[in-house]
Structure formats: structure tokens, C-alpha cells
């Protein structure tokens, strides 16, 4: 365990931060750019997965796992998300043969 922590203390701190940005930020375009459903889903995993990253790399530079029991969370949250998501995608193909956000229009009474 202490060699895992020293390997991710051996790269500054503002590095994990540019990066987790930068992930982050190509998350959000694609949640906002994006009209299927499918590559909406996988952005909001990529936010997701980046800020898992970047609670890691600060739980680690303040050696408390408080961070990584975080992270855990999240991941359940996107377990649970992966399964509603894919639900409701299955319903929308299913009704209206595209998985296109506009198709969900077409959903209304």
C-alpha cells in the first residue's frame, strides 16, 4: 500500500487536476453536444470517472481513505445509473425505433 501511494505522490498534485479537468470537460461537451442517448450515458460516466480519479489522487496526498470510500459510492451510483439508463434506452428503441433525444418527444400523451 505504501508503494501505491508513493507512485501517485511522485506526480504533482496540479497535474491530476489539469487532467481531471480536461476529462471532465469532454464529459460536459459531450453531454451537451451530443443528441444519442448511448454517448450521453458514456460522457456522464466519463464525469464521473474523473472526479473518482481525482478523489483518489487527493485521498492519497492526504493519506486518509476517507476519498477512496467516496469513490465507492460513486461507483455504486453509476452502477445504478448504467441500469436505469439502459432501461429507459431499451424503452425508447423499442417505441420509437431511434435512440435520438428528440425521439423522446414523441413519447408524450
Not at 14 to 24: A, E, G, R, T
Not at 60 to 76: E, H, K, L, N, T
Not at 86 to 96: D, E, G, P, Q, S
Request: hydrophobic share 60%.
Amino acid at each position: 500500500m505504501d508503494n501505491l501511494i508513493q507512485n501517485i505522490q511522485g506526480i504533482p498534485l496540479n497535474h491530476y487536476l489539469i487532467f481531471c479537468s480536461v476529462i471532465f470537460a469532454i464529459g460536459v461537451i459531450g453531454v451537451l453536444i451530443r443528441r444519442n442517448v448511448i454517448i450521453i450515458m458514456m460522457s456522464i460516466e466519463l464525469m464521473l470517472n474523473s472526479v473518482n480519479l481525482l478523489l483518489a489522487a487527493f485521498s492519497a496526498y492526504r493519506g486518509d481513505a476517507s476519498g477512496q470510500v467516496f469513490v465507492f459510492f460513486i461507483m455504486a451510483l453509476a452502477a445504478a445509473e448504467v441500469a436505469v439508463g439502459l432501461a429507459i434506452v431499451i424503452m425508447v428503441y423499442r417505441n420509437t425505433k431511434s435512440v435520438d433525444i428528440e425521439s423522446l418527444s414523441k413519447l408524450r400523451w
